[in-house]
């Protein structure tokens, strides 16, 4: 069973910084996947944040985060820098990985609908104002 657990989330204030940690299978990056991001927030719809192809690193994201998160990956891992962090960035995150279309729908283009990413159990941010 291809596995992703998340790690260090936590509550920060307005304008704080966080990094996410995403644990994933070594299989995902020897197979041509995207790792990806996403975000939930309860009674809205789960959407993308950022995603990265582990063949060649390419990076993917969301119009609500660029300029302020950075994805990247190293010896195993894939990381989610959160810089000038708002209320509105509150929410669980989970890591996800799959084929390329991942990344694209973090783009937001493109739905999850149909389509079924192993995902990880999440972990949750708290941004306050």
């Known amino acids: 069973q291809k596995s992703l657990v998340e790690s260090g989330g936590g509550s920060v204030q307005a304008g704080g910084s966080l990094r996410l940690t995403c644990a994933a299978d070594?299989?995902?990056?020897?197979?041509?996947?995207?790792i990806a991001w996403f975000r939930e927030v309860p009674g809205k719809e789960r959407e993308g944040v950022a995603g990265?192809?582990?063949?060649?690193?390419s990076t993917y994201y969301a119009d609500s985060v660029k300029g302020r998160f950075t994805i990247s990956q190293d010896d195993g891992k894939v990381y989610l820098q959160m810089n000038s962090l708002t209320p509105e960035d509150t929410a669980r995150y989970f890591c996800?990985?799959?084929?390329?279309?991942?990344?694209?729908?973090?783009?937001?283009?493109?739905?999850?609908?149909?389509?079924?990413?192993?995902w990880g159990q999440g972990t949750q941010v708290t941004v306050s104002s």
């Open positions: 990265i192809y582990t063949d060649g690193g």
């Open positions: 070594k299989w995902f990056f020897t197979h041509k996947r995207c």
């Open positions: 996800a990985a799959d084929l390329p279309y991942l990344c694209v729908i973090t783009t937001n283009m493109g739905s999850l609908r149909g389509h079924s990413p192993v």
